[in-house]
């Protein structure tokens, strides 16, 4: 029988083969949402509101909740850990010496790839809360970017040690508009403007002397139980064959392609730098598919909501953290936690999809 410790020699092993030398980075850098909030937003303590707040997130790893949207790590954690650097801190964790040379995470729950003048241009200004878009995050950075390496020259060397991922963005751009009662046909026309939002925040950072990028595209929103439950529909031939919303998919699989596009232009024109296409879409559409492939028991119904209630345990009135809410004793058999976010098990799963591949490409190990 392998034991555990045989098996992690194998897998090293394996690793190193590809490559002359242990692979390293000095830090982590992170842009992002909810799928990656490390705890921007709950920095001083969570607002009341915040249903993410609340227990039993976090309950798996942390033991409380840190205003990660999970019941344990995110995918951004993972990685830390794989590559032995600290769990990023929230880069609004600044007062008193907090460390960011190691890694700062900017990501935000609620965060936008527009800015709310795109939003306002659309009627849909009422929708944005958030105040920490994508250019809001990569101000962020550059406010911390003296405390992490001081001068531009001496900058450069340590961001070109670094590993960046920018992303995903553009899930709560499609969440305004569609909650806000827009058509598809309308949300379809902002596509083009979110891509160009990501791609030019991509050369920002590489300007700045990134040289190993990450650029994550969106999650199959039609596979959400939100989704699923707001706008389930008694006709068959609007789901897939795995029970998701097929217009929904659609459009996150046209963000996908459009942002594909975007970085292999990158690439031509950046020709030192590394960019790597995050693909939560087809890993979480698989992990849907056959969660039992992926030591899951359930792809579709959620752990932590309204148990036994609708198709999902999921009811827009009972979210994880409400009261009248409750979880399953079982996060890890789960890969959705509260009907929008994915379970620690199902975010480790990713992490080293990434890092391993089939799911980045390329892969962050080489
Ligand atoms: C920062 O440190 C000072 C002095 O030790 C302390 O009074 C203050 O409460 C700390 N602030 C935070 C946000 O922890
Ligand atoms: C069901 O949906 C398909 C396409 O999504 C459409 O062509 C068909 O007319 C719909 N059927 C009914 C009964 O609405």
């Known amino acids: 029988m392998l034991t555990k410790a045989v098996v992690f020699i194998l897998f090293l092993l394996s690793v190193s083969r590809c490559g002359t030398s242990w692979q390293s980075y000095d830090a982590i850098y992170n842009f992002g949402d909810s799928i990656s909030d490390t705890g921007n937003l709950c920095t001083g303590g969570c607002p009341s509101w915040l249903t993410m707040g609340q227990p039993p997130y976090g309950t798996s790893y942390f033991g409380r909740p840190t205003g990660r949207c999970s019941d344990g790590r995110v995918v951004v954690d993972f990685l830390a850990q794989f590559f032995r650097l600290p769990l990023l801190p929230p880069s609004k964790s600044k007062t008193n010496g907090t460390d960011f040379r190691k890694g700062a995470n900017?990501?935000?729950?609620?965060?936008?790839?527009?800015?709310?003048?795109?939003?306002?241009?659309?009627?849909?200004?009422?929708?944005?809360?958030?105040?920490?878009?994508?250019?809001?995050?990569?101000?962020?950075f550059l406010q911390l970017m003296p405390s992490i390496c001081g001068g531009a020259g001496d900058c450069r060397s340590h961001l070109s040690k670094s590993l960046f991922i920018l992303g995903e963005f553009g899930g709560n751009d499609y969440n305004a508009a569609i909650f806000g009662g827009k058509s598809l046909d309308e949300v379809y026309t902002y596509v083009p403007h979110i891509i160009n939002k990501?791609?030019?925040?991509?050369?920002?950072?590489i300007g700045l002397g990134a040289v190993d990028v990450v650029v994550p595209g969106v999650l199959p929103i039609g596979c959400f139980p939100l989704y699923l439950t707001l706008y389930g529909s008694s006709n068959q031939s609007d789901y897939d064959g795995d029970g998701c919303l097929r217009r929904f998919n659609d459009l996150s699989g046209y963000h996908n392609r459009l942002l594909r596009q975007g970085i292999g232009r990158l690439r031509s024109k950046y020709a030192g730098v590394r960019l790597m296409y995050g693909d939560f879409y087809t890993q979480v559409a698989e992990m849907v598919r056959s969660p039992r492939s992926f030591g899951l028991d359930y792809g579709l119904t959620v752990c932590c909501g309204a148990s036994g209630q609708g198709s999902y345990n999921y009811n827009?009135?009972?979210?994880?953290?409400?009261?009248?809410?409750?979880?399953?004793?079982?996060?890890?058999?789960?890969?959705?936690?509260?009907?929008?976010?994915?379970?620690?098990?199902?975010?480790?799963?990713?992490?080293?999809?990434?890092l391993t591949g089939p799911y980045c490409v390329p892969a962050i190990l080489h």
């Open 106 to 140: 900017m990501a935000i729950i609620g965060a936008t790839a527009m800015n709310l003048d795109f939003f306002q241009s659309h009627g849909l200004g009422s929708s944005i809360w958030n105040n920490g878009p994508l250019d809001t995050q990569i101000q962020w």
């Open 198 to 205: 990501v791609t030019s925040g991509v050369e920002t950072l």
């Open 316 to 354: 827009n009135k009972a979210r994880c953290g409400m009261s009248g809410s409750s979880a399953c004793k079982d996060p890890q058999n789960y890969l959705n936690w509260d009907g929008i976010h994915l379970t620690e098990h199902a975010y480790r799963s990713i992490a080293y999809g990434w």
